[in-house]
């Protein structure tokens, strides 16, 4: 299973973008990369994923590069309810498996 | 949709008992997932679950914890006998397709005493 890295903290003026990054260099063609953020003791929450093309939905836009070993998950206006910790996963197209590394914690400041 | 009901919500018991956590997947869900989560790290894959049958079990410690997901729907995991390190979050989620992501129950805090 392709690794990934990120880095351990991060923070972002409330309102403004949040950019996480996250570096999966040994990635596979048919691996998806897949993004969850945890709040404060509640389980993982689902965000958005993707292969190839960048991505976007309600909560989140993602943005892959071309040669796939990196992404960027962007949250376009931060919230102080954004404070979590973000986490990158790379999961293998022929299997469901998800395995998380530690995540990046995003503090939003008022 | 109703989420991913577990139970109990916290749990403290000694060490060398025996403990029991139950899972009900979101109706139609065929993947289930048990995982560790100890304070300050992320969660450990221990099992998974396709339908009734296991697809990865590699990480789980197999002479203490055992998991089953009888009839493919809801699943139980026990920790026989329990040591200190056992301490932590064990958290249950389901996944209808992966295009979909997985729903994670709002877990068991296991506290090792």
């Known amino acids: 299973d392709a690794k990934t890295t990120q880095p351990p903290s991060m923070d972002c003026a409330e309102g403004r973008a949040a950019n996480l990054p996250c570096n999966h260099s040994?990635?596979?063609?048919?691996?998806?990369v897949y993004w969850y953020r945890q709040i404060h003791s509640q389980g993982p929450q689902y965000i958005i994923h993707?292969?190839?093309n960048n991505e976007t939905n309600e909560m989140a836009s993602l943005i892959i590069t071309e040669d796939r070993k990196s992404s960027t998950l962007i949250l376009p206006h931060a919230t102080l309810r954004d404070t979590a910790v973000y986490y990158c996963?790379?999961?293998?197209?022929?299997?469901?498996?998800?395995?998380f590394g530690t995540g990046t914690l995003l503090a939003v400041q008022p | 949709e109703a989420g991913v009901a577990q139970s109990p919500r916290y749990k403290i018991i000694e060490k060398r008992q025996s403990v029991a956590f139950w899972c009900n997947p979101i109706?139609?869900?065929?993947?289930l997932y048990w995982y560790q989560q100890i304070l300050g790290q992320g969660p450990k894959l221990l099992i998974q679950?396709?339908?009734?049958?296991?697809?990865?079990d590699s990480q789980l410690p197999k002479d203490r914890f055992s998991a089953e997901r009888l009839k493919g729907v809801d699943s139980t995991l026990k920790i026989q006998p329990a040591k200190l390190e056992d301490s932590a979050v064990y958290l249950c989620?389901?996944?209808?397709?992966?295009?979909?992501?997985?729903?994670f129950g709002s877990g068991t805090r296991l506290t090792v005493v």
């Open positions: 996963i790379v999961l293998l197209g022929a299997t469901n498996k998800l395995i």
């Open positions: 993707g292969l190839k």
């Open positions: 679950f396709q339908n009734n049958g296991v697809v990865d």
């Open positions: 109706s139609g869900h065929a993947t």
């Open positions: 989620a389901s996944s209808y397709d992966r295009r979909l992501g997985a729903h």
């Open positions: 040994t990635i596979s063609g048919n691996e998806y």
